[in-house]
């Protein structure tokens, strides 16, 4: 599995968007881009997924780079209930395993 | 949310002591996983499952077993617990490994080897 570098941590304006980046430079074609989220001691939670094209959905949006290199999470407006650990994991969709590796995440502190 | 039980929640167990953690779902899932998490290391895989009786190692499996004879069951257990065990261990289910899945994690079982 491609392995993923996150910055350690990012501050963000409440109400204002939030841009997490992640570098997956040695991706391979038929890995995904998933995105997860840990707010203080629950278990993760999805976000959002994505192969090639951007993706959006009611949480967030999925920016991939035409190289599929790096992709950014976008939170459109921050709210102070967003802070929390966020991952960036590729994961094999040809893979029969589906095991999910996880990184350090980038801890995103929402701020009023 | 989806149905996906830790049990215990928490347990607290003496060193040398063997412990079994249970995952429990509802889902009929296919995959089901085990991870600990420690202060400064994230989420690291420790076994999964991609069937039953279809199990295999992850990151950390020294000193932990798993099993699973049916779907809904996934068991982790700590032959004989030590310290280093002390740790939070979630549990995760996912249906398939494509396009439209999500892993979806349980609550956590705080375990405590004293």
């Known amino acids: 599995d491609a392995k993923t570098t996150q910055p350690t941590s990012m501050d963000c304006a409440e109400g204002r968007a939030a841009n997490l980046p992640c570098n997956h430079s040695?991706?391979?074609?038929?890995?995904?881009v998933y995105w997860y989220r840990q707010i203080h001691s629950q278990g993760p939670q999805y976000i959002i997924h994505g192969l090639k094209n951007n993706e959006t959905n009611e949480m967030a949006s999925l920016i991939i780079t035409e190289d599929r290199k790096s992709s950014t999470l976008i939170l459109p407006h921050a709210t102070l209930r967003d802070t929390a650990v966020y991952y960036c994991i590729a994961v094999d969709g040809s893979s029969n395993t589906g095991k999910l590796i996880f990184g350090q995440g980038t801890t995103l502190q929402v701020k009023p | 949310d989806a149905g996906i039980t830790q049990s215990p929640r928490h347990k607290v167990t003496e060193t040398g002591t063997p412990v079994t953690l249970r995952c429990h779902q509802t889902e009929n899932h296919r995959y089901m996983y085990w991870y600990r998490q420690d202060p400064g290391h994230g989420l690291r895989l420790i076994h999964y499952?991609?069937?039953?009786?279809?199990?295999d190692k992850g990151e950390v499996s020294d000193g932990y077993s798993v099993s699973r004879s049916k779907t809904e069951d996934f068991l982790l257990t700590l032959e004989s617990a030590t310290s280093s065990q002390t740790s939070v261990y979630f549990c995760a289910i996912s249906e398939r490994v494509d396009i439209n899945t999500e892993a979806f994690f349980g609550q956590g079982t705080r375990l405590t080897v004293v």
């Open positions: 040695t991706i391979s074609g038929n890995e995904y």
């Open positions: 499952s991609y069937g039953v009786k279809d199990t």
